[in-house]
């Protein structure tokens, strides 16, 4: 009777197989932590995006939809350019996604350290994105994350009557 097993070579190379396939494929199938951060930001992105629109429509009953004005939602005063939200943290954007008791950040490195934070009034954004004032922009960021980190969503209201631009940062989420 001849007792067979595996030679010792071939106990090194099922090693080394096994070890670049749990440091190179297995991470990506178990870290699903950036898509969910992601999702997030595309909820975020849908609630700021419902939100101007509410407001826009509001703006247009009013009769507030022409030039620099503002309208009262609730006990909030929003701040508005031809009947959209401006990308002022304190005037708008933090009224139109229900985060009216977060501050705006100090700086624009500040960790947020609670669900969302947000700063506006900024004329430029990590990804290279600017603007010249009077047109700022606004970014709603998740905890853990500052302005300055590509991990956010953004709000722009052109001032020209176009829709505002509301898009992703997710390179650093």
């Known amino acids: 009777m001849k007792q067979q097993g595996y030679s010792l070579i071939e106990l090194i190379a099922l090693i ?3 070890r670049i396939l749990t440091t190179t494929v297995l991470p990506k199938f178990l870290d699903l932590s950036s898509d969910t951060k992601i999702a997030s930001l ?6 700021l995006a419902s939100g101007s629109k509410t407001v826009f429509l509001k703006a247009i009953v009013d009769k507030q939809a022409i030039g620099a004005t503002s309208i009262t939602v609730g006990m909030h005063t ?6 959209y939200p401006t990308g002022w943290w304190d005037a708008s954007m933090r009224y139109i ?13 500040t960790v947020c350290e609670q669900e969302w934070c947000g700063k506006g009034d900024q004329t430029s954004l990590p990804s290279g994105i600017t603007t010249t004032y009077p047109t700022v922009i606004g970014k709603v960021y998740p905890k853990g994350y500052s302005f300055d980190d ?7 209201n052109y001032r020209d009557g176009s829709n505002p631009v509301i898009e992703l940062e997710s390179s650093d989420c």
């Open 16 to 18: 080394v197989i096994l």
């Open 42 to 47: 595309e909820s975020m992105k849908g609630a």
């Open 78 to 83: 929003i701040k508005l350019y031809n009947g």
């Open 97 to 109: 996604v229900g985060l009216e008791d977060i501050a705006h950040a100090q700086n624009r490195t």
């Open 150 to 156: 590509e991990c956010g969503v953004y709000f722009i």
